[in-house]
């Protein structure tokens, strides 16, 4: 794996814990928003990738 794909991950499970903390305290939109981001990101770094 390369080390930009890992830095993306890193960055994708930052992004992940962000919007795990916002919809813990009560900011949906926000959380929803980052959490989508992040879902979009992980999906097409795996695409890319396999």
């Not at 930009?4 to 926000?30: D, E, K, R």
């Not at 928003?33 to 097409?44: D, H, K, M, Q």
């Amino acid at each position: 794996m390369a080390l930009a794909a890992i830095l993306q991950l890193g960055v994708i499970v930052l992004l992940a814990a962000i919007s795990a903390m916002l919809l813990f305290v009560g900011a949906f939109g926000s959380g929803a928003v980052l959490a989508s981001a992040a879902s979009v990101w992980f999906w097409r770094l795996y695409r890319a990738h396999t």
